[in-house]
T-cell receptor
Framework: DAKTTQPPSMDCAEGRAANLPCNHSTISGNEYVYWYRQIHSQGPQYIIH???NNETNEMASLIITEDRKSSTLILPHATLRDTAVYYCTAGRKGAQKLVFGQGTRLTINP | GAGVSQTPSNKVTEKGKYVELRCDPISGHTALYWYRQSLGQGPEFLIY????????DSGLPNDRFFAVRPEGSVSTLKIQRTERGDSAVYLC??????????FGPGTRLTVT
């Protein structure tokens, strides 16, 4: 499984776009990038995943670089409820396990 | 619809005791996963079931840890001779084959 690297913490103003980076330079061709988040005292929540094309859903957008060595999760209009730890992980679709790093602690400020 | 549920939500036990943690996955999900999370860390994989069988138990730290899923639905994580270092939040997740994992709220285990 590819190792991922994320900044330990980030701040963003409410209403602005939050852009969370992730490096996954050892990702292999059949590994997807997955993003989860964990709000305090809850289990992780799936956000989005992608292989090589950019993806968008009702929660976020995922931008993957052409060489697939890094990606950015975008929360277009951050709210206070988006304050959480965000985890980037990589694995084959239907992968049997997720390997989590320490994630990025995102704080949305009013 | 109903999500993944875990019981109990909190468990306090004495060092050396045996504990069982239960996970009820989303109905119809064939895959079930156990993770544990220590304070300030990301979740750490323990074991994965596909149906009734453990497809990957490489994350179980030692032979005091064991998990079962006898009918391919509910799973129980069993810890024998608990140690203070076993204190953590134990998370369960389920998925349909090839899709994202859905996590339960976790069981907070405290070993005194």
């Amino acid at each position: 499984d590819a190792k991922t690297t994320q900044p330990p913490s980030m701040d963003c103003a409410e209403g602005r776009a939050a852009n969370l980076p992730c490096n996954h330079s050892t990702i292999s061709g059949n590994e997807y990038v997955y993003w989860y988040r964990q709000i305090h005292s809850q289990g992780p929540q799936y956000i989005i995943h992608g292989l090589k094309n950019n993806e968008t859903n009702e929660m976020a957008s995922l931008i993957i670089t052409e060489d697939r060595k890094s990606s950015t999760l975008i929360l277009p209009h951050a709210t206070l409820r988006d304050t959480a730890v965000y985890y980037c992980t990589a694995g084959r679709k239907g992968a049997q396990k997720l390997v989590f790093g320490q994630g990025t602690r995102l704080t949305i400020n009013p | 619809g109903a999500g993944v549920s875990q019981t109990p939500s909190n468990k306090v036990t004495e060092k050396g005791k045996y504990v069982e943690l239960r996970c009820d996955p989303i109905s119809g999900h064939t895959a079930l996963y156990w993770y544990r999370q220590s304070l300030g860390q990301g979740p750490e994989f323990l074991i994965y079931f596909q149906g009734t069988g453990a497809a990957d138990d490489s994350g179980l730290p030692n032979d005091r840890f064991f998990a079962v899923r006898p009918e391919g639905s509910v799973s129980t994580l069993k810890i024998q001779r608990t140690e203070r270092g076993d204190s953590a939040v134990y998370l369960c997740a389920s998925s349909s084959e090839g899709t994202e994992q859905y996590f339960g709220p976790g069981t907070r285990l405290t070993v005194t």
